[in-house]
């Protein structure tokens, strides 16, 4: 989710994410002195200006501007209806008492355009003016150029795992877990949190589960940080609290997990710099 303002939503490091509204100039222009600074030294400054690029041709390619109706056209289209062949009444053969039949003559065709016209006018003022369209021509502009429905980039915005993962000060690190597979540590200072990826892992015994532990700085018991069966090995677990923790374990533990571990862990990886 963004931020109140451009400066923090920069410090937390969505500067992609700033790039269809810089495209579309719905930022102030202290807002995109603070951009244009940023993307100067920034490793992401090249696939920023990418962005907003491709963010412009598509609404380039995409946006026509509505053309008013001709002015006479009003006008014109009193005069064809002026003209029209007005319907009978009584046919003379059907007798006084017989139902009056009136063929409606169709609607001419310029009378659907003024009515179109005046519909998109009157929905377009609706909708708010030129600020409103701006953020909707954002919205768009994110889902034709990254590809995505705009409620899967807002969950991506909202993703505790996806923030920790793009966070421009995010750490990496792999270290081999005993009996075949890997185990990925994700860091982020900035979000005092931590992503543990497990990567072709076996589950653990029947019965047993793996068991996520923060070992703190301060030499305290280790703290329970959640468990992984075998239907959540494969899937990323974010843990809270970077900052008071020396490492992370891992244990085997039985089904449900332990509040203390009953096992030595298979994995310690610290969670110093990388």
Do not use: C
Request: negative net charge; charged residues 25%.
């Amino acid at each position: 989710m963004f931020a109140n303002d451009i400066a923090t939503d920069l410090a937390e490091g969505r500067v992609l994410e700033l790039a269809e509204l810089y495209a579309l100039d719905a930022v102030t222009d202290s807002e995109r002195a603070l951009i244009d600074d940023y993307i100067k030294d920034a490793p992401e400054g090249p696939e920023f200006l990418e962005r907003v690029r491709q963010a412009r041709e598509t609404l380039a390619i995409s946006f026509t501007a509505e053309e008013e109706p001709p002015a006479r056209l009003f006008h014109d289209l009193m005069e064809k209806i002026a003209h029209e062949p007005r319907a009978q009444g009584v046919d003379a053969e059907q007798g006084p008492g017989a139902a009056v039949v009136v063929d409606k003559p169709a609607a001419p065709a310029a009378v659907a355009d003024l009515d179109e016209a005046r519909t998109k006018r009157a929905e377009r003022r609706r909708l708010g003016g030129a600020r409103g369209w701006l953020i909707g021509a954002a919205a768009a502009a994110v889902i034709a150029v990254a590809g995505v429905g705009i409620g899967g980039y807002m969950a991506g915005q909202n993703d505790p795992v996806a923030q920790v993962l793009q966070a421009q000060d995010v750490q990496k690190k792999t270290a081999d877990v005993p009996g075949g597979g890997t185990a990925t540590i994700s860091a982020s200072s900035a979000k005092d949190s931590f992503v543990v990826l497990m990567d072709g892992v076996a589950p653990a015994p029947s019965g047993k589960v793996y068991q996520l532990w923060t070992l703190p700085k301060d030499g305290s018991a280790p703290v329970p940080q959640g468990t992984m069966d075998a239907e959540t090995l494969s899937k990323p677990a974010v843990v809270k609290g970077l900052s008071a923790a020396s490492s992370v374990a891992i244990t085997v533990e039985p089904t449900g997990g332990s509040q203390a571990p009953t096992s030595d862990p298979v994995l310690v990886v610290p969670l110093g710099s990388a």
